[in-house]
């Protein structure tokens, strides 16, 4: 404890210290002090004995303002401080009525129930709706962790006693081998989080006694969470050990994901009504802030669900099917089939013991969201544009004109987009290439010439030009177009049968048009 004239200067001149709090005390009034903690903070407090026992009271943080609207200031503290202290001496605890409004007032159940109606209502600091999954760990978190002082007053959770809490679960939250954190401190500061909007809720009905525990903490540093498969595991080696999983549905589950970015909760809850194969589309319900959206549905994707529902209706056939999820599991009584309850792929590792001696776990694969990150990093080696990365990866994004103006107003940009990280994926994991989008009437000269001619006889009343082959049979004329469709077909590394259905649209003739619609034949959009 150090001792100095407390004035404006001395004050200002006190640096931060290494330790919680530094104590510095008057050298002319006796029991007038100012204490300052790692902030910076500077607190005016008095301290001497009131009936034999050693009492301390704050007066007030130094440049905040009073109850009169004057800002503290080392001058207004020392009169202060005289007042305090002589009362003090007369055996009056200044504590006394803080302390007796502790015992009374909101408990933090009861600020847990407004602050969650506050949520579902919208009703908070961005007034926005919460998602159910926000709300779902409000109200689990909040009790298994600060299940006793749940029915005492909020006022009585000191900041000391809400660090104990946190200590608690660093504690006995028990190491992961993998674990990029150490382990509980993501939760710790969850809790700190959750007690300061609990304590805020009520502090703006009850004006609440005292200061925000939660403020007085300082959270932990938390390291992100970067992994991605080319991180220590190269594509081709993750993609041989997704090949090599025994359950395929987890399998799927895993190429899925890399494919289309999507969270694991959307594709835990993805279900055969969200696929859109006539369009072509992929709809995500269960996304996070409760936002849907849909995705292109790429070739890779397609043809995996294609055949996981062939596999699903063979593997789950003994208990009704999947019931409608794209990504099923039976449940551990063996008796229903459910979503797929957990995404995590992780194997014991019998090399490793823990401090029991049991084999570790550790991961298999590095993960969904991992796999989300790569598909982001893909797109932005490839080029693809930040706004239709944004829609793709379903993040907001920042400023008006992302959030309001940036969203394509076709499909058919956004497809080309997830077509070419598709195609990027591929290559990086050694697969062929695959074709993506075709419009079969577009690609058909014959087509967009017959077409023409047809246009041309509506709008003038002339008959077409002569044909250069006009004295060929039409069985030589669909020869010579099969060989043209075919050159276009291998220039543009179409799928098999795709000649042959341009063909027979070119053999049933070309599609009628309305009196002014332009040349540009109708054509379909096929993703294959």
């Known amino acids: 404890m150090a001792s100095l004239k407390i004035t404006e200067k001395s004050v200002a001149a006190i640096t931060p210290p290494t330790d919680p709090q530094s104590y510095y005390w008057d050298s002319d009034l006796t029991?007038?002090?100012?204490?300052?903690?790692?902030?910076?903070?500077k607190t005016f407090v008095v301290r001497t004995r009131v009936a034999g026992t050693l009492r301390k009271a704050a007066i007030g943080v130094a440049g905040q303002p009073r109850a009169d609207g004057h800002v503290w200031t080392a001058t207004l503290a020392r009169i202060e401080a005289k007042q305090l202290?002589?009362?003090?001496?007369g055996g009056i605890d200044p504590n006394a009525a803080k302390r007796a409004s502790l015992v009374t007032g909101p408990t933090l159940r009861d600020g847990l129930t407004l602050h969650v109606a506050n949520m579902r209502a919208g009703k908070n600091r961005r007034r926005?709706?919460?998602?159910?999954?926000?709300?779902?760990?409000?109200?689990?978190?909040?009790?298994?962790?600060?299940?006793?002082?749940?029915?005492?007053?909020?006022?009585?959770?000191?900041?000391?006693?809400?660090?104990?809490?946190?200590?608690?679960?660093?504690?006995?939250?028990?190491?992961?081998?993998?674990?990029v954190n150490a382990p509980g401190v993501a939760q710790a500061n969850k809790i700190i989080a959750h007690v300061s909007a609990i304590w805020n809720a009520l502090d703006k009905l009850h004006d609440l006694p005292g200061k925000n525990p939660a403020t007085r903490l300082s959270l932990s540093a938390l390291k992100p969470r970067e992994a991605r498969i080319d991180d220590g595991v190269g594509f081709t080696d993750w993609y041989a050990k997704v090949m090599a999983m025994d359950n395929a549905v987890r399998r799927d589950l895993q190429l899925v994901s890399l494919f289309t970015g999507i969270r694991s909760e959307g594709l835990r809850n993805l279900r055969w009504d969200d696929v859109d194969r006539?369009?072509?589309?992929?709809?995500?319900?269960?996304?996070?802030?409760?936002?849907?959206?849909?995705?292109?549905?790429?070739?890779?994707?397609?043809?995996l669900l294609d055949e996981r529902q062939v596999d699903n209706a063979k593997g789950f056939g003994h208990l009704g099917g999947d019931q409608g999820w794209v990504f099923?599991?039976?449940?551990?009584?063996?008796?229903?089939?459910?979503?797929?309850?957990?995404?995590?792929?992780?194997?014991?590792?019998?090399?490793?013991?823990?401090?029991?001696?049991?084999?570790v776990l550790v991961k298999y694969l590095p993960g969904i969201h991992a796999n989300r990150r790569t598909y982001n990093s893909v797109a932005i080696e490839i080029g693809i544009p930040p706004e239709p990365r944004l829609a793709l990866m379903n993040h907001e994004g920042r400023g008006v004109n992302v959030k309001h103006y940036g969203m394509p107003q076709t499909w058919d940009y956004l497809r080309s987009c997830a077509s070419k990280i598709e195609a990027a994926l591929r290559v990086r994991l050694g697969l062929p290439a695959v074709v993506t989008e075709i419009v079969a009437p577009a690609v058909a000269k014959e087509t967009r010439k017959r077409v023409a001619t047809t246009n041309s006889m509506r709008s003038?009343?002339?008959?077409?030009p002569a044909s250069p082959d006009v004295s060929v049979?039409?069985?030589?004329?669909?020869?010579?177009?099969?060989?043209?469709?075919e050159r276009v077909a291998e220039r543009r590394n179409a799928p098999a049968g795709w000649v042959d259905l341009v063909m027979q649209e070119l053999a049933e003739g070309a599609p009628k048009r309305p009196r002014g619609t332009g040349t540009k034949p109708r054509g379909k959009l096929r993703a294959v």
Do not use: N
Not at 31 to 41: K, L, N
Not at 147 to 163: K, S, Y
Not at 460 to 464: E, H, L, S
């Open 460 to 464: 003038t009343g002339k008959p077409p």
């Open 278 to 303: 006539e369009r072509a589309l992929l709809h995500v319900r269960k996304a996070k802030g409760d936002k849907p959206y849909t995705l292109p549905l790429v070739a890779t994707v397609r043809k």
């Open 31 to 41: 029991g007038f002090g100012v204490v300052v903690g790692r902030t910076g903070r």
């Open 128 to 179: 926005k709706v919460c998602s159910p999954r926000s709300i779902q760990k409000m109200e689990s978190e909040v009790p298994r962790h600060l299940g006793e002082w749940l029915d005492q007053p909020i006022a009585a959770l000191t900041a000391a006693e809400l660090q104990k809490v946190c200590d608690k679960i660093e504690r006995d939250t028990p190491k992961r081998a993998d674990a």
């Open 473 to 485: 049979g039409p069985s030589d004329r669909l020869a010579a177009a099969r060989v043209r469709v």
């Open 85 to 89: 202290l002589g009362k003090m001496a």
């Open 328 to 359: 099923p599991s039976i449940s551990r009584d063996m008796q229903r089939v459910q979503a797929v309850a957990e995404v995590k792929e992780r194997r014991l590792d019998k090399t490793r013991e823990d401090d029991d001696g049991d084999p």
